[in-house]
């Protein structure tokens, strides 16, 4: 294939780079889409919907003291007996339970116990605030530092059952 415009030096090198990084060019995109996605997401589950009592999902941010940063981020369905709405991952018979989901800590912060901070703040707000009387959770089976125990034992020594 011959080329006659004048930028086609420029656009062989264009795709040239391209080429040598096949996935580079997708990533950012990826990236974004997914964050829309996920903004999107949790603008639906945190909204109160009409008639019930609590939104089916609330958010909770870990924020630095001082500082704009969120270095942490917990997702907290409230119990049925609260909300009005079974909340998904608890058994339908269970009315009392809730359950935290996404719970995250930016890479830089790991290793601080932040992660059962998040996880303390929830079992509070679902204790004092719900009457929870228990909370599930799914642990993802390669997550090391969760399984370990020592961040689940912590759970189970608190107020409430944590029940995975």
Same mark, same amino acid.
């Given at each position: 294939?011959? $080329?006659?415009? =004048?930028g086609c030096s420029?656009?062989?090198?264009?795709?040239?780079?391209?080429?040598?990084?096949?996935?580079? @060019?997708?990533?950012?995109?990826?990236?974004?889409?997914?964050?829309?996605?996920?903004?999107?997401? #949790? /603008?639906?589950?945190?909204?109160?919907? +009409? *008639?019930?009592?609590?939104?089916?999902?609330?958010c909770l941010i *870990? !924020?630095?003291h001082g500082s704009?940063?969120? +270095?942490? /981020? $917990?997702? !907290? @369905?409230?119990?049925?007996?609260?909300? *009005?709405?079974?909340?998904?991952?608890?058994? &339908?018979?269970?009315? %009392?339970?809730?359950?935290? %989901?996404?719970?995250?800590?930016?890479?830089?912060? @790991? =290793?601080? *116990?932040? =992660?059962?901070?998040? #996880?303390?703040?929830?079992?509070?707000?679902?204790?004092?605030?719900?009457?929870?009387?228990?909370?599930? /959770? %799914?642990?993802?089976?390669?997550?090391?530092? %969760?399984?370990?125990? &020592? $961040?689940?034992?912590?759970? #189970?020594?608190?107020?409430?059952?944590?029940?995975?």
């Amino acid at each position: 294939m011959s $080329c006659s415009i =004048g930028g086609c030096s420029s656009a062989k090198s264009h795709l040239a780079a391209r080429q040598e990084q096949p996935h580079a @060019r997708y990533v950012d995109s990826f990236k974004r889409q997914f964050i829309d996605q996920y903004v999107r997401l #949790l /603008t639906q589950q945190t909204a109160t919907k +009409f *008639g019930a009592a609590l939104p089916e999902c609330l958010c909770l941010i *870990g !924020i630095a003291h001082g500082s704009q940063q969120a +270095f942490a /981020t $917990c997702d !907290i @369905r409230p119990p049925a007996n609260a909300a *009005g709405v079974h909340p998904k991952g608890v058994p &339908s018979d269970d009315k %009392t339970a809730a359950y935290v %989901t996404n719970v995250a800590v930016d890479s830089k912060s @790991r =290793g601080q *116990g932040l =992660g059962f901070q998040m #996880l303390e703040a929830a079992a509070s707000l679902a204790l004092e605030s719900w009457q929870a009387q228990a909370l599930y /959770t %799914t642990v993802d089976p390669e997550n090391e530092v %969760t399984l370990s125990g &020592s $961040c689940m034992q912590a759970c #189970l020594d608190s107020q409430a059952q944590l029940l995975c």
